[in-house]
């Protein structure tokens, strides 16, 4: 099997957004409900924009599927977006649409659009911001989904949640990730933290009321993970820095930690390290799981 990658490609008030899945091996259960079930929950969420209850993101699947099952060859996703008609006119791929009134001209702080328009020589915001939107992750929302049918078919599991919100942590997190995934699953913020959430709602309320928006931390869970993913041989081999990069690629993202992650460097090398232990029935296996790679006993 060979490596996976992806492409993506659209504006996020264009016609569609495509992503182009390569590597897929033959014979992996797909449909496209698989995905829809998967992009519906990219949409939830409390205190989210108005963006969200426009669209209710649908994906084509245009090759590489056929009869429930993956062929082998490139996968096509296609997400068509719903207020496409709006937006024809200023997105037009035709030059007798243009209308140089509607230029953006003023950069918003804390996105692409200056460093874009002075790198890619664009008078016009609207031709940088489009790109640079987070609404490009429904496309990698899609081809996430794909790839979690693979990993699925191996026994891995992948789940996430809520950590924090502005000044509020979780901090009665449940131990089983059954637990966790319920809990996440039925809470409006995603956390599995009732009273935590309750604040978390009182804060973005707060934040709205303001006119204002709040950041946060959220983790992710990866279990039945074989030994020896990555490699240490190469630097663009090692698992740990490619997941991080992958993080660090989603628009607002501004840091990722593995494990005990920033908290490491309080504490001593000997408060951090997951002694190592054996025995015959589970083979070898550690006692704690401070760097984020293992399963703890």
């Given at each position: 099997m060979s490596d996976l990658r992806y492409l993506t490609a659209g504006?996020?008030?264009?016609?569609?957004?495509?992503?182009?899945?390569?590597?897929?091996?033959?014979?992996?259960?797909?449909t496209e409900d698989d995905i829809?079930?998967?992009?519906?929950?990219?949409?939830?969420?409390?205190?989210?924009?108005?963006?969200?209850?426009?669209?209710?993101?649908?994906?084509?699947?245009?090759?590489?599927?056929?009869?429930?099952?993956?062929l082998g060859s490139p996968i096509t996703l296609t997400v068509f977006n719903k207020d496409w008609e709006k937006w024809e006119k200023l997105l037009s791929v035709d030059p007798k649409d243009r209308d140089e009134s509607k230029k953006i001209t003023k950069p918003r702080p804390g996105h692409a659009d200056l460093v874009g328009m002075l790198k890619y020589d664009r008078k016009d915001a609207q031709d940088i911001l489009e790109?640079?939107?987070?609404?490009?992750?429904?496309?990698?929302?899609a081809v996430?989904?794909?790839?979690?049918?693979?990993?699925?078919?191996?026994?891995?599991?992948?789940?996430?949640?809520?950590?924090?919100?502005?000044?509020?942590?979780?901090?009665?997190?449940?131990?089983?990730?059954e637990e966790i995934i319920q809990k996440t699953e039925a809470s409006a913020v995603r956390c599995p933290d009732a009273e935590a959430e309750k604040a978390m709602i009182a804060l973005i309320d707060k934040a709205k009321a303001a006119g204002d928006t709040?950041?946060?931390?959220?983790?992710?869970?990866?279990?039945?993970?074989?030994?020896?993913?990555?490699?240490?041989?190469?630097?663009?081999?090692?698992?740990?820095?490619?997941?991080?990069?992958?993080?660090?690629?989603?628009?607002?993202?501004?840091?990722?930690?593995?494990?005990?992650?920033?908290?490491?460097?309080?504490?001593?090398?000997?408060?951090?390290h997951d002694e190592i232990f054996y025995?015959?029935?589970?083979?070898?296996?550690?006692g704690s799981n401070n760097a984020g790679d293992s399963k703890a006993a």
């Open positions: 504006e996020s008030h264009g016609r569609a957004l495509t992503a182009i899945l390569e590597g897929m091996p033959a014979g992996v259960a797909l829809n079930q998967e992009l519906a929950r990219r949409q939830k969420g409390y205190g989210r924009g108005a963006r969200m209850a426009i669209e209710a993101d649908r994906v084509q699947i245009s090759s590489g599927v056929r009869w429930g099952e993956t790109r640079a939107s987070a609404r490009e992750t429904a496309a990698r929302v996430g989904a794909a790839c979690r049918k693979l990993l699925e078919a191996f026994g891995i599991q992948i789940f996430s949640y809520v950590r924090e919100i502005g000044s509020v942590r979780a901090k009665n997190i449940p131990k089983t990730p709040l950041g946060g931390i959220f983790s992710v869970v990866i279990t039945g993970c074989p030994v020896g993913l990555g490699s240490h041989v190469h630097w663009d081999k090692k698992l740990e820095a490619r997941l991080a990069w992958a993080m660090m690629s989603i628009q607002a993202m501004k840091g990722v930690e593995i494990g005990q992650g920033f908290d490491a460097s309080r504490r001593f090398g000997s408060e951090v025995d015959k029935k589970r083979g070898f296996f550690r």
